[in-house]
Structures are given as structure tokens and as C-alpha cells.
């Protein structure tokens, strides 16, 4: 009877040890999704904190390769879950070009700005386009883009150090997100208002000029934001970019920040536009993703960190934790973008 026993407890104490292991393999295991993602969003997701959270509390990672916002959501995506590109207007793109997806979601926000160097903001200023109030830099859109059409040379406004006419580096909007949006924002700044389709015979004309001068543009808004960093004020004297990346950087590189923050100016455009990072799922897979990644603390993380305005943490107003000069504590000057139909045409005149 005694052995009896013992067998019945060794075969409890397998079958406890079986269903345990099964339990413990299953909470270990790690779902990995795949995806195109926006360039100015891999700091956020190759951030450790944000790697951890989504492994342990969803039992995610993420694999993704960086691609422009409309490329990616015009090209080929077979065997991706999700897409993350920078802006609603790609969303649309995609529900014309394949219909819905299994979701969507916006993830967090940033407004569309333009960077420049000291030298060119007090010139912008001298020249009443650029105005300084309560430590904040605006730069009249309008007033910007008349002197950009007119072949302004940048010796005319006080800069003979510079070679060329006037005009701001962006990337191609065909492309990458941000050129896209600083397209469909000169559009509105053309059309006096959202342009619409019957604004675009007056309007394409006048957009295709601007954009031909720039020449070669890069593909990526962390390429051009880098090389604006990098190469100074005869390269890059005025570009378009996202307010996320210069208080990214400086969270991220904080001594090189130190060495280049007298030199480095934000001008908020009057009006802007805001980037919205929508998350699109294309199966449901990929539709754990969105949910996980609107975690309090990765959107947190997401401002802290990256610089990133998010909807569901609390509105962020601390600004000076960046240590940036010159951040609007609260975007209110702001235009809708012109609707897809349109910027479709757009992008298809700019390319």
C-alpha cells in the first residue's frame, strides 16, 4: 500500500511538473510581428524600456524595417502585420489602394516644424517672416512663401554666406512623410486655405517650381534631420522636420546638444499641420500591436524620451525637462491637411 502511495505521488508531482512547464513555456513566449515603421519612430522602438514593456506585459517584439510613410503604404506589404507611417493621410491611401485593414489607430502626435540656425532666424526676423514672442519662433507661411516663389537669393535678406535662393530641405514627398506634409502645407499656403481639388490647376504649377529647385532630396526625415546636425548652415540653412526630433536628440545626446544649442532655432509655421503616427494593423496579429503600444508608460516614454505628444498619457506640459529653448508649450495654430484624393495628385506632381 505504502509503494501504492508513493508511485500515485511521483505520478502527481510529473503531471504538476508537465502542467507547469506547459504554463511556464507559455508565459515566456514572445509574439513577433512584423512591419514597415517611419524612420523618425526607430528611437522609440528601439528604446529598451519600450522593448521590455511590450515583452513582458504583451509578450511582443517587434521586427520592422524602416520605409517612407507613402511608400509603404502603397508598395507590396504581403507578410507584414502592421504598417506605422506619420501621418492620416497615408491610412487613406492604403483603404484606396487595398480597403480597410483589421485596425487602425492613432498613437501619438507632432506638429510639423521648421529648423534653422541662429544667423537665418535673426535674418527671417529682420525681414519680418520670422517673429519671436514669449521666447517662442513663428515663421508667417505666407510671408515665407512668396519669398521662396520670388528667387529671393539668401544675399538679399542678409546672408551673403550662403549660395542660392531661398528655400526650405525637405525630404521627397513622394517618399517620406514629412516632405508630404510640408507639400500639402505649401498647398494650403498657395490656395489661401485647405486646398481643395479645384484649387490644384492654380496650385500644382506653382509647387512643382518650389520643389524642383531643391534638386536631390533625401528619402527619410532622420536622414535630412541629420544631415541638417551635421553639415551645417551653407548645407541645410532651413529645412522642415518634426518637433519630436530635436527634443529627442536632445535627450538622447545630450553633450553634442550642449556644443550645438545656441546655434539651433525652431520656427513653429503659422499655421502648421500635425503629424499623426497611425498605427494600421493588417491582421490580427498585428492589431496586438496598437493596443500595446498605447500603454500609459510607453506614452509615457514616448514624450519623455522621444519627444512624441501622446493622447492618452496626460497632455504633456513640461517642456523644460528638455532642456530646448523655444518649445511651444501647446500647438494652436494649426490647418488641416488637404484630403487624400488631393494629395494623391500632389504627390503625383512631385514625382
Do not use: C
Amino acid at each position: 500500500m505504502k509503494t501504492k502511495w508513493i508511485g500515485l505521488l511521483l505520478l502527481l508531482v510529473v503531471a504538476l511538473g508537465a502542467v507547469g512547464y506547459v504554463w511556464f513555456s507559455d508565459a515566456l513566449q514572445v509574439t513577433e510581428i512584423k512591419g514597415y515603421v517611419g524612420g523618425e519612430k526607430i528611437g522609440l522602438l528601439e528604446d529598451e524600456a519600450v522593448q521590455d514593456i511590450l515583452r513582458d506585459r504583451y509578450k511582443l517584439s517587434l521586427d520592422y524595417a524602416r520605409e517612407g510613410s507613402i511608400e509603404m503604404v502603397t508598395m507590396d506589404s504581403s507578410g507584414q502585420n502592421f504598417l506605422f507611417p506619420s501621418n492620416q493621410t497615408a491610412l487613406e491611401l492604403y483603404e484606396q489602394n487595398f480597403g480597410a485593414p483589421q485596425a487602425s489607430e492613432i498613437i501619438f502626435n507632432t506638429p510639423i516644424v521648421l529648423y534653422t540656425h541662429t544667423a537665418v532666424a535673426d535674418a527671417l526676423k529682420a525681414q519680418n517672416i520670422a517673429q519671436e514672442s514669449g521666447g517662442i519662433t513663428t515663421v508667417d507661411m505666407e510671408a515665407l512663401t512668396e519669398l521662396i516663389e520670388s528667387g529671393t537669393e539668401w544675399a538679399d535678406i542678409g546672408l551673403p554666406a550662403l549660395y542660392g535662393t531661398v528655400s526650405v530641405g525637405t525630404t521627397d514627398p513622394a517618399k517620406s512623410n514629412s516632405g508630404n506634409m510640408f507639400a500639402g502645407l505649401l498647398a494650403n499656403t498657395l490656395a489661401g486655405g485647405v486646398a481643395a481639388e479645384e484649387d490644384l490647376p492654380a496650385v500644382l504649377p506653382r509647387l512643382q517650381t518650389i520643389f524642383q529647385r531643391l534638386g536631390y532630396m533625401e528619402s527619410s526625415s532622420s536622414d535630412l534631420f541629420d544631415q541638417f546636425l551635421k553639415t551645417g548652415m551653407g548645407a541645410k540653412p532651413l529645412i522642415a522636420g518634426y518637433e519630436s526630433q530635436l527634443l529627442e536628440f536632445a535627450v538622447q545626446e545630450p553633450d553634442t546638444w550642449a556644443q550645438i544649442q545656441e546655434d539651433i532655432v525652431i520656427l513653429y509655421p503659422t499655421p502648421t499641420v500635425w503629424s499623426s503616427h497611425v498605427y494600421i494593423a493588417l491582421d490580427e496579429a498585428g492589431a496586438a500591436g496598437a493596443q500595446a503600444l498605447l500603454d500609459e508608460d510607453i506614452q509615457r516614454l514616448a514624450w519623455e524620451r522621444h519627444g512624441f505628444r501622446t493622447g492618452v498619457y496626460d497632455a504633456p506640459t513640461d517642456i523644460a525637462q528638455f532642456g530646448v529653448s523655444g518649445i511651444a508649450e501647446e500647438v494652436t495654430q494649426v490647418v488641416s491637411m488637404p484630403s487624400a484624393d488631393v494629395m494623391e495628385q500632389i504627390i503625383e506632381a512631385l514625382s
